[in-house]
């Protein structure tokens, strides 16, 4: 028997390390198997998107259809040229109100029918006012498409724009208008559209004034006038034939007859040297700002491709410019963008930002300073790559269902694009080269005649900005002020004796009419000094905030504040004494995190000024009137500063709380964090029946 031979271990190892080198020589490693680098992009071609079929009706509807069968769905979009733009003097905001109630009720359909048809079979109806096109929309399943024609053709020629709905709609309106007196983002653009556009409707804006001034016979005739066939335009993308189309819209829509007028409008301001407009919002921690200008994109000479990869390299996105420099680099904003919105009588372009109150006039200049950069330095070719990439290759996104097709070509259509924009953007995207980039840049942005708004605290605000640009003042209501009156003026409070008694109120806070809370407010008065304590409770909430405030009454002023808050576990205290012209002391205030903030409080004290908590007191013991206004300078402990708050007497209204029907005058505060209504009883002693905080489902009612 032969002995079997064995390999000793030591030689099997050997073999395996032979064997992988020579594998090694045969197989290239894995990193020299794969390129380094992706294979270049393959040519941009145009999208496969279905034939717009075209009819028209014979009262004047340009029909357009994007047949689709793929899914069981239709979108129908009916377009008309009339919106913001045709609102009348002192009516502003007419056509927005109109689209509101445009499904609130028909001749034979009350709002809530309306909205359980629709429902019923999972569709939409819905009307919307821009500022130059009055839109209907619908979208339901193939099926349903007929209840869709129907229910458009009896909410666009039967409306009747209910009195109880209207009125609902005004105070939604006023409601918004209160609350964006204390929203700085709201504020820079009212500034702004002021600015680019002057008397031009563009420039205006509904006001509480011309809210309350709108009737229903202003809106059934608003709409009888503008909302007529000649020239409108129906769209309508997904499961349906032209045959099908055009039948349904014969027979609802036939009926429908007469053109809008055409209207005239005051030409837009001219190009002026860059200005600053600063908005003074006292004792803002932050400010907002808008740099901008009217532009031109005109389709047929390319600039419009060119100007949006321009707008998407400086501002179109969390990795373009402004947002990489002044948030990565700097950290000086959260977030900082531009665009460059459509109209029919001119665009506009803006860059925006929000920024500390230390940082403005750095932030300002490195935004021109981008814009400019864009006029005068050729663009990377990565860069240019980048761009056009996402915009190429996001495009496809916004055009997938029937809803976005049918809006995408009206769109197109009614701003002068052609059908064919849809189809052939990224191919015109793609073909855009950096010279056109700067070339678009430099006929679209115009940082030497820009119209630059910047809201936040004037006094802080005015000297550093004047070094950059002329600058001119106004209020949050858009009325011009001086440079001495960014400096709160110091002046004796007044006020009635015989409205401030010893006593104690109780209010419950309701949330959407539902209690969800209590405050108790106690007022003793003892050696002319009056001692305001008040307790909130919000178990729902986890909080609990207790606070005792000192006044002597003869002159009127402030001795001290003293408040402890309970906040879902946490406890946090705010202490203050008001003496020797000044303000000391310690605040704990809750931020929106949830986490308490701690701050010392030393600030220069006038006389008259009022600590925050104690507005409730104070208001009903001023001489109210009807058209009554008073400044109040009230010290918020939350931001270290004090800050003139107008007090307006808006009127006199019958108001029914728990503790009964009044007759008050509703009193509205504007000027701080947030726009809040009193409602104040008319008798002797008068006292707040109700505190309404703008804009929020919250209030406070008087229960005894």
């Known amino acids: 028997m032969r002995p079997t031979r064995r390999t000793p271990i030591c030689a099997g190892l050997a073999a395996v390390a032979v064997a992988a080198t020579l594998l090694g020589a045969a197989v290239a490693p894995l990193s020299a198997q ?3 680098d992706p294979p270049p992009a393959g040519p941009v071609k145009a999208l496969p998107f279905p034939d717009v079929q075209e009819a028209e009706l014979p009262n004047g509807v340009r029909l357009l259809l994007i047949e689709d069968h793929d899914l069981p769905v239709v979108s129908v979009r009916l377009s008309m040229r009339a919106g913001q733009r045709d609102d009348p003097l002192g009516r502003e905001g007419l056509a927005a109100m109109t689209s509101e109630l445009l499904t609130k009720g028909t ?27 009055f839109q209907v929309f619908s979208t339901v399943l193939s099926d349903d498409v007929e209840l869709a024609f129907e229910l458009m053709s009896d909410v666009l020629l039967r409306s009747t724009f209910p009195e109880d709905e209207l009125e609902l709609v005004r105070t939604q309106a006023l409601s918004v208008l209160q609350l964006q007196k204390s929203d700085p983002g709201a504020l820079a653009s009212q500034a702004f559209m002021r600015g680019l556009y002057g008397d031009h ?26 909302l007529r066939p000649q020239g409108a335009l129906l769209t309508i993308a997904g499961d349906l034939t032209l045959e099908q ?87 000086w904003t959260y977030g900082a963008y531009s665009g460059l919105p459509t109209r ?86 793609d073909a855009v080269a950096a010279s056109e980039v700067m070339s678009a840049a430099q006929r679209v942005f115009k940082p030497d005649s820009a119209v630059v708004i910047v809201v936040g605290d004037g006094q802080e605000l005015y000297d550093v900005l004047s070094a950059i640009a002329p600058v001119r003042i106004i209020d949050v209501e858009g009325e011009p002020l001086a440079v001495e009156d960014l400096t709160p003026t110091a002046a004796a409070l007044v006020l009635d004796p015989a409205q401030i008694v010893a006593r104690r109120d109780s209010f419950q806070i309701v949330a959407q009419g539902n209690p969800i809370g209590t405050q108790v407010t106690e007022m003793v008065l003892d050696g002319g000094e009056l001692t305001v304590r008040e307790t909130t409770n919000i178990a729902m909430a986890g909080m609990l ?50 986490q308490f903030e701690a701050k010392d409080i030393d600030a220069t004290l006038l006389e008259g000024v009022v ?61 701080g964090q947030q726009p809040v209504t009193l409602f104040v009883s008319q008798e002797t002693p008068r006292r707040v029946v109700k505190i309404a905080p703008a804009g929020q489902p919250i209030a406070i009612e008087l229960v005894q």
């Open 107 to 133: 001749a034979s359909r009350t709002a809530e029918e309306i909205a359980e048809a629709i429902e019923r079979v999972g569709g939409s109806l819905s009307a919307g006012a821009g500022a130059d096109f």
């Open 344 to 429: 029919l009588d001119g665009g506009y372009f803006q860059a925006t930002a929000e920024v500390r109150t230390p940082v403005t006039d750095s932030a300002l200049v490195e935004m021109l300073h981008q814009i400019r950069r864009m006029q005068t330095e050729p663009v990377p070719d990565s860069t240019m790559a980048a761009a056009k990439g996402y915009l190429v290759g996001s495009y496809p996104l916004s055009i997938e269902t029937p809803q976005q097709i049918a809006g995408r070509v009206a769109n197109a259509v009614l701003f002068g694009r052609g059908i064919d924009f849809v189809r052939t953007y990224g191919q015109q995207v």
């Open 34 to 36: 794969y390129p380094s």
């Open 611 to 671: 600590d925050q908590n104690v507005m409730a007191v104070i208001v009903p013991a001023l001489a109210l009137a009807e058209g009554a206004s008073f400044t109040l300078n009230a010290f918020d402990a939350s931001e270290g500063t004090t800050t003139p708050l107008t007090v307006a007497v808006a009127g006199v209204e019958d108001v029914t709380v728990p503790a009964g029907t009044f007759s008050a005058f509703r009193v509205e505060i504007t000027g």
């Open 201 to 226: 409707p563009y420039g205006r804006r509904q006001t509480e004034a011309s809210a309350k001034a709108i009737t229903r016979d202003d809106v059934e005739n608003w709409a009888a006038t503008h």
């Open 545 to 594: 905030q207790e606070s005792e405030a000192v006044l002597s009454m003869e002159p009127v002023a402030m001795r001290s504040v003293d408040q402890t808050m309970t906040f879902r576990g946490q406890t946090g205290e705010t202490h203050l004494s008001f003496a020797d012209g000044r303000v000391t002391g310690s605040a704990t205030t809750p931020q929106p995190t949830g």
């Open 245 to 331: 189309a055009t039948s349904l819209a014969g027979r609802y829509l036939g009926e429908w007859g007469g053109a809008a007028p055409r209207v005239e409008y005051a030409p837009p301001p001219a190009e002026e040297p860059t200005e600053i407009v600063l908005v003074h919002r006292p004792g803002s921690a932050q400010s907002n700002i808008i740099v901008g200008n009217r532009a031109t994109r005109p389709i047929e000479d390319g600039t419009y491709y060119a100007a949006d990869v321009a707008n998407k390299i400086l501002g179109g996105g969390t990795d373009a410019r402004l947002f990489m420099i002044l948030r990565e680099e700097r950290g």
